[in-house]
């Protein structure tokens, strides 16, 4: 336990020169360096010298792994957005928090029933109005009739046919649709 903790106090500086690597404006460094110093612990548990002949090394490598995973965690978690984290306050300086603001909307019975029809003709018009090819085209684009929805160009792979191809008959299709859909 001693030698380890002495290995990890030598090689400090080495976690703030693989740090400094990573520094930009709106990085803190002391975040940077305590992440640091979780690869370089790591690395003088995990280090075998029979594998490799200098720790330096192999200590850069897992302090420099160690801050790609921080920035990887970062990342994912930057998308994330939390119904209850505080966005401001009100008048009387209580926080609200973005589930606060958020209005509920009331859902229209006769737009939903309409809706419900117009699928179901929808539907219908696809057997009636289109050619097997461009029912096949509109399934896959747009996930109809359980189909996973798919790119013009995923399309066009699985059918052997150009992207080009494949949006003209996705245009054409539509427009048939609109057509018989209106009358």
Not at 32 to 47: M, Q
Not at 74 to 87: D, G, N, Q
């Amino acid at each position: 336990m001693e030698a380890r903790r002495i290995l990890i106090e030598r090689n400090l500086r080495l976690v703030a020169h693989v740090a400094r690597k990573y520094q930009s404006p709106d990085e803190d460094v002391e975040d940077l360096i305590s992440t640091g110093i979780i690869g370089l612990i790591k690395a003088v548990s995990t280090f075998d010298h029979s594998k490799t002949n200098r720790l330096a090394a192999y200590a850069a490598r897992c302090i420099e792994n160690e801050l790609l995973m921080l920035f990887r965690v970062r990342r994912k978690m930057a998308k994330e957005v939390s119904l209850y984290e505080p966005i401001g306050t009100d008048k009387e300086g209580n926080e609200i928090n973005l589930l606060d603001i958020i209005e509920s909307t009331n859902e229209d019975v006769v737009d939903n029933m309409e809706l419900q029809q117009n699928t179901k003709k929808l539907y219908g018009l696809l057997n009636i109005a289109l050619n097997q090819r461009e029912q096949e085209v509109l399934k896959l684009r747009y996930g109809l009739c359980g189909e996973e929805e798919t790119t013009q160009r995923e399309i066009a792979d699985r059918l052997g046919i150009s992207r080009s191809y494949v949006s003209r008959i996705e245009k054409n299709a539509l427009k048939k649709l609109r057509e018989c859909f209106t009358e």
